[in-house]
């Protein structure tokens, strides 16, 4: 089977412009192809999971991957699937966030002469002349078309402002530029980005009379049609320090049973045969086992062989009954979190990562979703103090958050 036909197997293809050609040049090894990552934050989510996988499988199979990091999108902010405008940050927040996406590619991604490339598009996109790249580009797009596009639909319903619409426009030009300076002839991206895609693809053909090729990846949704990557609302980080690899391993093994085969198939790189076997196992109780493989399979991927190992025994011994803390995830704290009176429940809270804010750990403690040393707390007041954490004190949340805090 050869990496077109494996990628369509997995489920990963949605949309391409010119299937044929596609198809033979992801085959033979000659697609130079590009995947943008807008750097709106310090850490890649599980949502970036797949175009890293992605990434990762057309490049075994010949091809040569541009990740193009976003520190000029980022500063207009994609209206795609929202249904308000994105914080602007600042060109600081942005570039810090930029370099952080970079020491989390090279994880994953091999670059290099005749490898992978890495470029930022603000290299181009912060120089350009905004009267000569109306001349040059504005020309080349229907406002009539460009107002059609899904990725506009839900922001137009609160109100689109200019700075949004230009999103498009960007984007396309990221293609073009990449197309001349770096024979990019392919753009991959997820499904929502169609319309930006083609938008990049239709300024190649008008200013440069050649044909570039688009393909959309299958988003990754959840039996009820919600993007995966998030959990409680908050994202599921790859930086360990945001999302431990104790918590990455158990969002993967709490994923509902209809989830766990397309997930199999989407992000890992089991071989095929092997996740349909797997497959009987649904409605049995092995479809545990299939969750457990799934998360140690992406746990590894992102934290090393020792991080996943650690995680999976954590959670086998917390919930097999044993009640082994060793592998727990451990947030520490200072002398001078505590204080002279102790720290307080929604402190530990938001420490912990259970909450992001004390308005959302207060929910949780006032609605009885958490456990301090096996005890439920509802009391929002409650402190704890110095003798309290001799051994560690043991934060549950719900039925499989776990997290270990001790004084550092």
Not at 388 to 396: D, S, Y
């Amino acid at each position: 089977m050869q990496i077109y036909e494996e990628l369509q197997a997995r489920g990963l293809i949605a949309q391409v412009t010119n299937e044929p050609e596609i198809r033979e040049m992801v085959n033979s090894g000659k697609a130079r192809f590009y995947i943008g990552f807008d750097c709106t934050a310090d850490s890649l989510t599980a949502g970036h999971f797949l175009a890293l996988t992605l990434m990762k499988r057309l490049q075994m199979a010949g091809n040569q991957p541009i990740a193009l990091i976003g520190g000029g999108t980022t500063m207009i902010g994609d209206p795609s699937g929202r249904t308000d405008m994105r914080k602007m940050l600042t060109r600081e927040d942005i570039d810090h966030n930029a370099e952080c996406f970079r020491r989390q590619m090279e994880k994953f991604i091999e670059f290099g002469e005749g490898k992978a490339t890495m470029v930022n598009n603000a290299d181009w996109l912060l120089d350009l002349n905004y009267v000569q790249l109306l001349r040059e580009v504005g020309a080349c797009f229907s406002v009539n078309n460009m107002l059609r596009a899904d990725c506009y639909k839900q922001r137009m319903e609160k109100g689109l402002s200019f700075l949004e619409f230009n999103y498009m426009i960007m984007q396309s030009y990221d293609f073009y530029h990449l197309f001349q300076n770096y024979g990019c002839n392919m753009q991959f991206g997820g499904d929502d980005q169609w319309s930006n895609m083609l938008g990049g693809t239709e300024l190649i053909r008008k200013k440069l009379g050649k044909d570039a090729h688009a393909m959309t990846v299958t988003l990754l949704t959840d039996s009820h049609g919600n993007k995966m990557g998030k959990t409680a609302g908050n994202a599921v980080w790859i930086d360990p320090n945001k999302t431990s690899p104790f918590d990455f391993y158990q969002y993967w093994r709490n994923i509902g049973d209809a989830d766990v085969i397309k997930c199999l198939k989407m992000l890992t790189f089991l071989p095929l045969d092997q996740i349909e076997e797997m497959k009987s196992w649904e409605g049995t109780g092995r479809i545990n086992e299939a969750k457990e493989i799934l998360a140690f399979e992406l746990t590894q991927m992102v934290h090393g062989e020792e991080e996943a190992t650690k995680a999976q025994n954590a959670a086998r011994a917390l919930f097999g009954g044993k009640g082994d803390d060793e592998n727990m995830p451990i947030t520490t704290i200072t002398a001078e979190d505590l204080g002279e009176e102790g720290i307080s429940v929604l402190d530990l809270v938001v420490k912990c990562g259970f909450a992001s804010s004390k308005s959302e750990a207060r929910r949780l403690v006032s609605q009885g979703g958490l456990e301090i040393a096996k005890e439920k707390v509802t009391d929002v007041y409650k402190r704890y103090t110095a003798d309290a954490f001799e051994n560690g004190l043991i934060l549950k949340k719900g039925k499989k958050g776990y997290n270990k805090v001790v004084i550092g």
